[in-house]
Nanobody, 123 residues
Framework: VQLQASGGGLVQAGGSLRLSCSAS????????MGWFRQAPGKERELVAA???????YYADSVKGRFTISRDNAKNMIFLQMISLNYEDTAVYYC??????????????????WGQGTEVTVSS
């Protein structure tokens, strides 16, 4: 399984970014997918996830600002981020769950990882 994340960069507070993740080597349409982030000195956290059925999950810290979506025809997921603030600065990783047996919020269900794309929000 290969996951390739892109779209990170430097943005001013209040700005927007769209992250993309291309997946291969898995049955994408039947896979739960997620976006995680890890800020310096902090633990990795699940930001948003999308079930293979299209059901979504968002961390409280990003609700109303981030939108996760998937395109099964292209084997891709996206994370649209608006109203970015300094606390959103992190390396963002896309991940795929190894099974749809578990709920979206179960972080250890995500066993395939991309290389990460860095998002820096300047205040």
């Amino acid at each position: 399984v290969q996951l390739q994340a892109s779209g990170g960069g430097l943005v001013q507070a209040g700005g927007s970014l769209r992250l993309s993740c291309s997946a291969s080597g898995l049955t994408f349409s039947n896979s739960n997918m997620g976006w995680f982030r890890q800020a310096p000195g902090k633990e990795r956290e699940l930001v948003a996830a999308v079930h293979w059925t299209g059901i979504t999950y968002y961390a409280d810290s990003v609700k109303g600002r981030f939108t996760i979506s998937r395109d099964n025809a292209k084997n891709m997921i996206f994370l649209q981020m608006i109203s970015l603030n300094y606390e959103d600065t992190a390396v963002y990783y896309c991940a795929a769950a190894g099974s749809t047996r578990y709920g979206l919020r179960r972080q250890d269900a995500y066993i395939f990882w991309g290389q990460g794309t860095e998002v820096t929000v300047s205040s």
